[in-house]
């Protein structure tokens, strides 16, 4: 069965058609939001998606660092009602348990065979991500609707100022200007504040009451929260628990930071 109800504007949308504009002249994060769940839930309902082969891999050794923000207890929850639901027709897929949502703020090392942290000196990156968070504010991230990739499902993030990405650009700059090694950017230009809920890595065996029921939660409000930390980790490239070890957390009031250690 074909079907034809992917409509790319949502009323909640409206309101946040002036959020977090990344250059003069280009589409509003919700616009973006919009346009990647209508090309890519197309590609799901045709079978072009993609299935990700390592995620259950033992042989999987790529890791990395990252800055990321951690969602609050309620947001969680309210995420996790809906993987639940999403469990019950689909069971074979990848759920991201509450120990491993985030947002990415930016992949600072993206994952990668080989990478230690023996190889890096951490404090080194603690100073320029320091340095980039000086002056900034907490600030509001408001979590409502779905969007989708050709090889996930997730959880629409709308900041409600545009400090994150001023954060993102200002890490750009000062990682740039050092001789750190990093890979900012290096696979796509991060854009959204997503919160991603599920992968795929199975053949999808009940497509159609999938799809409608994420179609239901198009623009189901998740709450939102006040983003007052970030957290600098050692990771894997799905940022499960058992591999994540985090090594700083940045206060974003004060600049201040607490060291967890190595």
């Avoid at 991230?141 to 200002?170: V, Y």
Wanted: charged letters at 25%.
């Amino acid at each position: 069965m074909v079907y034809s109800y992917c409509l790319c504007f949502n009323p909640f949308h409206q309101y946040h058609i002036i959020q977090l504009k990344l250059k003069t002249g280009y589409m509003s994060l919700a616009e973006h939001y919009d346009k990647l769940y209508c090309s890519s839930i197309e590609r799901i309902r045709i079978d072009n998606y993609q299935i990700d082969d390592l995620i259950d891999s033992p042989n999987d050794k790529r890791r990395g660092i990252t800055l990321l923000i951690r969602p609050d207890e309620n947001i969680r929850k309210n995420v996790h009602g809906f993987i639940d639901k999403l469990k019950a027709i689909e069971p074979r897929q990848y759920y991201y348990p509450d120990s491993d949502i985030h947002l990415t703020v930016l992949s600072i090392i993206l994952c990668y065979e080989g990478f230690d942290l023996s190889h890096i000196a951490v404090d080194d990156y603690v100073k320029v991500i320091s340095r980039s968070l000086h002056n900034c504010s907490s600030f509001m991230i408001e979590f409502k609707g779905i969007t989708a990739s050709p090889s996930c499902i997730m959880i629409q993030g709308l900041p409600q100022t545009d400090i994150l990405n001023q954060i993102r650009n200002s890490l750009r700059r000062n990682f740039k200007a050092s001789k750190l090694q990093q890979s900012i950017d290096k696979r796509y230009t991060i854009k959204t504040a997503h919160l991603t809920a599920v992968r795929f890595k199975k053949k999808l065996k009940n497509k159609e009451k999938f799809l409608k029921l994420v179609e239901a939660y198009r623009s189901f409000d998740f709450g939102g929260f006040k983003v007052d930390t970030m957290e600098l980790v050692y990771n894997d490239w799905y940022l499960r628990e058992k591999y994540v070890k985090q090594l700083y957390r940045f206060n974003l009031k004060s600049n201040l930071r607490n060291y967890v250690g190595n």
